[in-house]
């Protein structure tokens, strides 16, 4: 089972740390999970109880983020990425601390759909950051069009305000703040109820334009759920990716 750190003062800046198991005393990889639901208030960490088990069994140490979300929990922009970076500060600190426990140099970070996009923009954005890789769920990347087409239930009004800027659009979309810098992995199902397959197919060509390493999985008849059911298709093609 988990144990929960904090890495702030608000009782949502937490992590869920899930022990490496069947290493051996090797050094084990770094999973950071980011979980979804719109950056609402309502969805927390455990909708990716699932992964961090799946990869904990797998011999990841896995960091289950918690963040200030939407609603009554104080998040917003930037409040939410500036935990995701606290979060991975904590990471690299508590790495540091404890020299051939974990690989530093497999570090990734697993976002589904919101999660993503928090993923995307801090590998992008961060000043100090560990990650190493992103894996990218399902993810938001794209705040204008989303906003445009009311996707989440307007989801992105409480995110980032009323009336945002053109400035504050670029600012907080992944779409317009390529190249990530990092080797990426997108997985989309092409019946997502939720976030429009085409979203990722723009945030492809567009990092590969970029100069971005991206690998693209389109996982035919999944929705928005499947790439977080470890007994999905679309997430085994995501572990044998993490292995290859």
Avoid at 63 to 80: I, K, L, M, Q
């Amino acid at each position: 089972m988990p144990t929960t750190e904090s890495y702030g003062a608000h009782p949502s800046q937490t992590v869920h740390r899930w022990e490496a198991r069947g290493t051996g005393g090797a050094p084990a990889p770094v999973a950071v999970v980011l979980h979804g639901g719109w950056w609402r208030d309502q969805h927390d960490a455990h909708l990716m109880d699932p992964l961090a088990r799946d990869l904990s069994d797998a011999g990841w140490a896995v960091w289950n983020v918690e963040y200030r979300r939407t609603g009554a929990d104080g998040g917003g922009w930037p409040r939410t990425l500036d935990d995701v970076s606290d979060a991975l500060e904590l990471v690299a600190d508590t790495a540091a601390r404890a020299p051939g426990r974990f690989d530093t140099a497999r570090v990734v970070a697993i976002g589904h759909s919101a999660g993503g996009h928090l993923a995307l923009l801090n590998a992008a954005t961060a000043e100090r950051t560990p990650v190493t890789s992103v894996v990218a769920l399902a993810p938001v990347t794209d705040l204008e069009r989303s906003a445009r087409a009311g996707l989440g239930e307007g989801a992105v009004t409480p995110f980032l305000g009323a009336d945002p800027s053109d400035e504050l659009y670029a600012a907080s979309s992944p779409v317009r703040r390529v190249p990530a810098g990092v080797p990426l992995l997108v997985v989309h199902g092409d019946a997502d109820q939720r976030v429009p397959v085409e979203h990722s197919r723009d945030y492809v060509a567009a990092a590969r334009d970029a100069g971005d390493s991206v690998a693209y999985h389109e996982v035919a008849g999944a929705d928005h759920f499947a790439v977080i059911d470890p007994a999905h298709a679309a997430w085994r093609g995501v572990r044998a990716h993490l292995e290859g």
